[in-house]
C-alpha cells in the first residue's frame, strides 16, 4: 500500500554534514506527523526529531542546534539535514510517517539507512 525510501545516508568525517531524505509513496490522502529515529548498537532506538503537517517540531536534546528536520507536503517527503556531525550519532536511521488513506491512519517505516562519522 505505502512505501517510505530513504536516501542520502553514508560515511562522513566528524563536523561534516549529511542530508538525509525519505518520501512517501502509494495510495495516499495525507501524511500527518513525520520524524526520523536512531538506533545504535547495544542501544534502544530514540527519537531524533519529529515534524507536524503544518511544521511544528521537535528534537531531541542531543542534536538540537546541529539538526533541521523539514517536509515538503507536495511531495510527501521529509528531510533531516545533520550537521556538525559527531562520532556518537553513528547510527541506522528510521524514517517515520502516520499516513491517512481514504480508510485510516496508519503508522509507516522506512528501510532505514546507516549514517556512519569517522574521526
Known amino acids: 500500500q505505502v512505501q517510505l525510501v530513504e536516501s542520502g545516508g553514508g560515511l562522513v568525517q566528524a563536523g561534516g554534514s549529511l542530508r538525509l531524505s525519505c518520501a512517501a509513496s502509494?495510495?495516499?490522502?495525507?501524511?500527518?506527523?513525520m520524524g526520523w529515529y536512531r538506533q545504535a548498537p547495544g542501544k534502544q532506538r530514540e527519537l531524533v526529531a519529529a515534524i507536524a503537517r503544518a511544521g511544528s517540531t521537535n528534537y531531541a536534546d542531543s542534536v538540537k542546534g546541529r539538526f533541521t528536520i523539514s517536509r515538503d507536503n507536495a511531495k510527501n517527503t521529509v528531510y533531516l539535514q545533520m550537521n556538525s556531525l559527531r562520532l556518537e550519532d553513528t547510527a541506522v536511521y528510521y524514517c517515520?510517517?502516520?499516513?491517512?488513506?481514504?480508510?485510516?491512519?496508519?503508522?509507516?517505516w522506512g528501510q532505514g539507512t546507516q549514517v556512519t562519522v569517522s574521526s
Open positions: 517515520n510517517a502516520d499516513v491517512l488513506t481514504g480508510w485510516d491512519v496508519k503508522p509507516y
Open positions: 502509494g495510495i495516499i490522502f495525507g501524511v500527518n506527523a
